[in-house]
């Protein structure tokens, strides 16, 4: 699905740039590796860190570790901004796998179990990274076990990389 990173590059491309002390406080929180920043951390910076996280994640330029981490934080900050941009991460096959792995964890967390799996489901079954795909189903079995759990348990059985739903199936199992 090429159109939504495209239109998600455009509105970016439009969108002003960060106040300088804000991309200062982002760039902290990005970097910081041994310690990830807390969802508060996150939710500390206001909605207006929304549009700098969301270049940071859709830049192809960046580093897939730092992309992944502020798609990590637009899953913190919740809202229909960042869920937007957490959609387009996951969806995006031009992206890094951490980059779309983020955001299938990222989408566990904003969408509900009504809406999750008509998100995810695309991606357990046809991402080309079985990391993402074993994101996508951990995100599924976790928040949307009774309608997806079945979905996983036949990816994982006809998949060459099946131990990557490990932790996936465990969750469905109830281990």
């Known amino acids: 699905m090429i159109a939504a990173p495209l239109l998600l590059g455009i509105a970016l491309a ?31 910076l206001g909605p207006e860190a929304v549009p700098v996280l969301e270049r940071i994640a859709a830049d192809p330029r960046g580093r897939p570790s730092r992309r992944a981490r502020a798609v990590e934080g637009l899953a913190a900050m ?22 779309r792995a983020a955001g299938a964890r990222g989408a ?3 969408l509900d179990e009504n809406r999750l799996p008509d998100a995810l489901s695309p991606t357990l079954e046809a991402d080309p990274d079985p990391r993402v795909r074993a994101a996508a189903a951990e995100a599924l079995a976790r928040h949307a076990p009774s309608r997806t759990c079945p979905a996983i348990h036949a990816r994982a059985a006809r998949d060459r990389q099946a131990a990557v739903y490990r932790r996936a199936l465990a969750i469905c199992d109830g281990k």
């Open 14 to 44: 439009a969108a002003p740039a960060a106040d300088p002390a804000l991309a200062r406080r982002v760039d902290a929180l990005l970097g910081s590796i041994e310690r990830p920043a807390t969802d508060a951390q996150w939710r500390a």
């Open 108 to 110: 566990g967390r904003l």
């Open 78 to 99: 919740g809202g229909p901004r960042a869920e937007s941009a957490v959609l387009a991460a996951v969806r995006d096959q031009g992206a890094p796998w951490p980059v």
